[in-house]
C-alpha cells in the first residue's frame, strides 16, 4: 500500500504544479505585458499636417496617408502626406500636404496644399 500512496501523493503533487502552470499560462494570454510601441518618426508632422488641413480647408479628415520623408539638404527636409477631406457642402478630395522644416531644429518652414482627385 506504501507504494500505491507514493504514487497518489507523487499524482496529487503533479496535479497542483500543472493547475498552477495552467493558471499562470491563461492570465500571461489574457494579461499581456504591456508593450510600448514607438510612435512612427512622421507622426508628430502628420499631427501637423492634419491640424494645418482642417484650418486651411475647414474640412473634415476623413483619411490619411503618409508618402514619405525627402532630405533635401542638410538644413530641410520634407514630409508628405495625403489626406482625403470632406468639406462642409458634402464635397470629398485629397489634398497632398508638404511641410518643409529644418531637421535639426524641427522648425517649419512652410507648408503647401495641393487638391486631387484621385
Excluded: C
Aim: no cysteine; aromatic share 12%; charged share 25%.
Amino acid at each position: 500500500m506504501d507504494k500505491v500512496g507514493d504514487i497518489t501523493d507523487n499524482f496529487s503533487k503533479w496535479a497542483v504544479i500543472m493547475k498552477k502552470l495552467v493558471i499562470l499560462f491563461l492570465a500571461m494570454l489574457m494579461f499581456p505585458t504591456a508593450s510600448i510601441e514607438a510612435a512612427p518618426e512622421y507622426a508628430k508632422w502628420g499631427k501637423i499636417a492634419v491640424e494645418e488641413t482642417q484650418k486651411h480647408y475647414n474640412a473634415a479628415i476623413i483619411d490619411y496617408k503618409h508618402i514619405g520623408r525627402t532630405e533635401l539638404t542638410p538644413k530641410k527636409s520634407e514630409e508628405k502626406f495625403k489626406l482625403w477631406i470632406r468639406n462642409k457642402v458634402g464635397n470629398e478630395f485629397g489634398v497632398f500636404v508638404t511641410i518643409q522644416f529644418d531637421p535639426s531644429t524641427e522648425i517649419i518652414q512652410s507648408i503647401q496644399f495641393s487638391e486631387t482627385n484621385r
